[in-house]
């Protein structure tokens, strides 16, 4: 705590009204009580920001004349409650100094955790301020009454059907990445909407429900709504720090992927989102563009997402839908070790975005695909970043697989030196009659530290129907036959067994 006190800026805003506001540094008190704020930024903001210029005046004293509402709502409640310290970005964060900007949002996810309280504008346009635009039949029901006997009576309390789930989830400043860590970070929120919505760790409460019981929600959470994390252009800093931040006081992850989730975590694949139309696959003569993938994949590992670069509108980053939770994992590698390395991260300098090798073990061979068809469509790419491809097994078995590619290729790439891995296998629990098998494109780059060593080039996936009895298995022996849930359960246990008497081969992954 003391080490982040002296990295940390705060506004001090005194106690009363007059009280002088002036920023300060390197406070000692490490059980120091701050309140922090969750806004949008308006034309008004950058008015009064801290820069360069003004630092060493703030220190004596911040002019609040022109200071937006919510700044001055703010510091009313700060001094109300008794708390002597707000942080607001615009005021605490240097915005004319890049370094600056840098270390502090580092920071962030320490500023949410250990602020006292957090204060969320929630519905910006009901109000400039911290005020609130109630709904009077959501917070004071209609009471409605009718004589059952003559001697009794029945009432019936009236509200507006929502929720705070659903009326928080609307709010445009939960639509933002970063307000998104800000929430999931905060020990307390005091949500400022059509009502006033409390949320900590213990529990939950509004105007309307004054307690946990019938109220039927939930923090954010990353799986909730992912495209908060990655429908943004990913050459923002601010994605980067959103899942750092979330990830470091969660669950720590390895250049974005979740640690606990990886093998999963590894088939993501790039969408586009403009079919029918050239994305910017269509640019791939274009140097500058060409350049910015190159960048990307030299700060960060290619297994990623961070490694691939999206754009706002056009692309962005996806997992399978059948790797959410109802779905059962059966995994076809394994994650050995881990290697950090020490090549520079792009973005900020975070050790969860720091390029990483992974040496991964498996007990299947590579899949064998017509690699020459497929790098004739990759070299002509213009709509799509999608192929099949017809893929075969070491049985010589054949089956049709889909193929999600990274990226327009960079350098040279051989057709013999493309592989596709198999990573994992997944069936909805309930269901017996699909199975999916989901893996990585690979391109062998080398040998390095003894071992075949690999760079990650798209996802593949493929469907295995029970349905159609005369379809092959991509993995020679992964499953026999079966036609009932029971059946394939046991199939699964024969599967496990066969897999643990295979020798394993492995690979690097760079």
Same mark, same amino acid.
């Given at each position: 705590?003391?080490?982040?006190?002296?990295?940390?800026?705060?506004?001090?805003?005194?106690?009363?009204?007059?009280?002088?506001?002036?920023?300060?540094?390197?406070?000692?008190?490490?059980?120091?009580?701050?309140?922090?704020?969750?806004?949008?930024?308006?034309?008004?903001?950058?008015?009064?920001?801290?820069?360069?210029?003004?630092?060493?005046?703030?220190?004596?004293?911040?002019?609040?004349?022109?200071?937006?509402?919510?700044?001055?709502?703010?510091?009313?409640?700060?001094?109300?409650?008794?708390?002597?310290?707000?942080?607001?970005?615009?005021?605490?964060?240097?915005?004319?100094?890049?370094?600056?900007?840098?270390?502090?949002?580092?920071?962030?996810?320490?500023?949410?955790?250990?602020?006292?309280?957090?204060?969320?504008?929630?519905?910006?346009?009901?109000? %400039?301020?911290?005020?609130?635009?109630?709904?009077?039949?959501?917070?004071?029901?209609?009471?409605?009454?009718?004589?059952?006997?003559?001697?009794?009576?029945?009432?019936?309390?009236?509200?507006?059907?929502?929720?705070?789930?659903?009326?928080?989830?609307?709010?445009?400043?939960?639509?933002?990445?970063?307000?998104?860590?800000?929430?999931?970070?905060?020990?307390?929120?005091?949500?400022?909407?059509?009502?006033?919505?409390?949320?900590?760790?213990?529990?939950?409460?509004?105007?309307?429900?004054?307690?946990?019981?019938?109220?039927?929600?939930?923090?954010?959470?990353?799986?909730?709504?992912?495209?908060?994390?990655?429908?943004?252009?990913?050459?923002?800093?601010?994605?980067?720090?959103?899942?750092?931040?979330?990830?470091?006081?969660?669950?720590?992850?390895?250049?974005?992927?979740?640690?606990?989730?990886?093998?999963?975590?590894?088939?993501?694949?790039?969408?586009?989102?403009?079919?029918?139309?050239?994305?910017?696959?269509?640019?791939?003569?274009?140097?500058?563009?060409?350049?910015?993938?190159?960048?990307?994949?030299?700060?960060?590992?290619?297994?990623?997402?961070?490694?691939?670069?999206?754009?706002?509108?056009?692309?962005?980053?996806?997992?399978?839908?059948?790797?959410?939770?109802?779905?059962?994992?059966? %995994?076809?590698?394994?994650?050995?070790?881990?290697? %950090?390395?020490?090549?520079?991260?792009?973005?900020?300098?975070?050790?969860?975005?720091?390029?990483?090798?992974?040496?991964?073990?498996?007990?299947?061979?590579?899949?064998?695909?017509?690699?020459?068809?497929?790098?004739?469509?990759?070299?002509?790419?213009?709509?799509?970043?999608?192929?099949?491809?017809?893929?075969?097994?070491?049985?010589?078995?054949?089956?049709?697989?889909?193929?999600?590619?990274?990226?327009?290729?960079?350098?040279?790439?051989?057709?013999?030196?493309?592989?596709?891995?198999?990573?994992?296998?997944?069936?909805?629990?309930?269901?017996?009659?699909?199975?999916?098998?989901?893996?990585?494109?690979?391109?062998?780059?080398?040998?390095?530290?003894?071992?075949?060593?690999?760079?990650?080039?798209?996802?593949?996936?493929?469907?295995?129907?029970?349905?159609?009895?005369?379809?092959?298995?991509?993995?020679?022996?992964?499953?026999?036959?079966?036609?009932?849930?029971?059946?394939?359960?046991?199939?699964?246990?024969?599967?496990?067994?066969?897999?643990?008497?295979?020798?394993?081969?492995?690979?690097?992954?760079?």
């Amino acid at each position: 705590m003391a080490e982040f006190l002296e990295k940390v800026r705060f506004i001090d805003v005194g106690l009363d009204d007059t009280a002088t506001v002036r920023l300060v540094e390197r406070i000692k008190d490490t059980n120091v009580k701050y309140i922090t704020l969750s806004y949008r930024w308006t034309a008004e903001t950058p008015k009064t920001n801290l820069k360069t210029h003004n630092k060493d005046k703030y220190h004596q004293s911040i002019p609040t004349e022109n200071w937006p509402q919510i700044y001055k709502d703010a510091v009313a409640l700060s001094r109300t409650l008794g708390i002597r310290y707000v942080w607001i970005d615009s005021l605490c964060i240097i915005q004319d100094d890049g370094k600056d900007w840098n270390t502090q949002a580092s920071l962030m996810h320490r500023i949410y955790t250990h602020g006292y309280l957090n204060l969320a504008h929630a519905c910006a346009e009901f109000s %400039p301020g911290l005020e609130v635009t109630r709904d009077p039949i959501s917070v004071s029901p209609c009471v409605l009454a009718r004589t059952r006997t003559a001697s009794s009576r029945e009432y019936w309390a009236c509200f507006v059907n929502y929720t705070p789930s659903s009326d928080l989830a609307r709010a445009p400043l939960y639509s933002r990445g970063w307000c998104y860590q800000e929430r999931f970070l905060a020990t307390r929120t005091v949500h400022f909407s059509q009502q006033l919505y409390w949320e900590c760790k213990a529990g939950h409460a509004s105007e309307s429900f004054t307690g946990d019981k019938g109220l039927a929600w939930s923090r954010g959470s990353a799986s909730s709504n992912p495209d908060i994390l990655t429908s943004a252009d990913q050459a923002n800093d601010q994605s980067f720090s959103t899942v750092f931040g979330v990830s470091t006081e969660r669950d720590w992850c390895v250049a974005g992927l979740w640690k606990k989730y990886l093998i999963r975590q590894l088939i993501w694949y790039r969408v586009s989102h403009r079919h029918g139309h050239y994305d910017e696959f269509e640019r791939i003569r274009d140097t500058a563009y060409h350049a910015s993938f190159e960048k990307q994949l030299a700060g960060f590992p290619s297994w990623s997402w961070a490694s691939c670069p999206t754009s706002p509108g056009s692309s962005s980053i996806a997992w399978p839908g059948h790797t959410e939770p109802e779905y059962q994992n059966e %995994p076809l590698v394994e994650v050995e070790t881990i290697i %950090p390395l020490n090549s520079q991260a792009l973005h900020l300098g975070y050790p969860g975005f720091e390029s990483s090798a992974l040496i991964l073990r498996t007990a299947f061979d590579f899949l064998g695909f017509d690699a020459e068809q497929l790098l004739s469509k990759w070299e002509s790419w213009y709509s799509t970043c999608k192929a099949d491809a017809r893929a075969y097994n070491g049985d010589m078995c054949q089956f049709q697989v889909l193929i999600n590619l990274d990226r327009p290729i960079i350098g040279v790439v051989k057709k013999e030196d493309l592989r596709l891995l198999s990573i994992s296998m997944e069936y909805q629990a309930g269901r017996w009659d699909t199975v999916w098998i989901e893996g990585i494109l690979l391109e062998e780059v080398g040998v390095e530290d003894g071992l075949p060593t690999f760079r990650r080039m798209g996802q593949w996936s493929h469907r295995y129907d029970m349905d159609t009895c005369t379809q092959q298995s991509p993995i020679p022996g992964l499953l026999g036959s079966f036609d009932t849930k029971e059946r394939l359960e046991i199939e699964l246990g024969e599967f496990r067994k066969r897999r643990e008497s295979l020798p394993f081969h492995r690979y690097k992954l760079v």
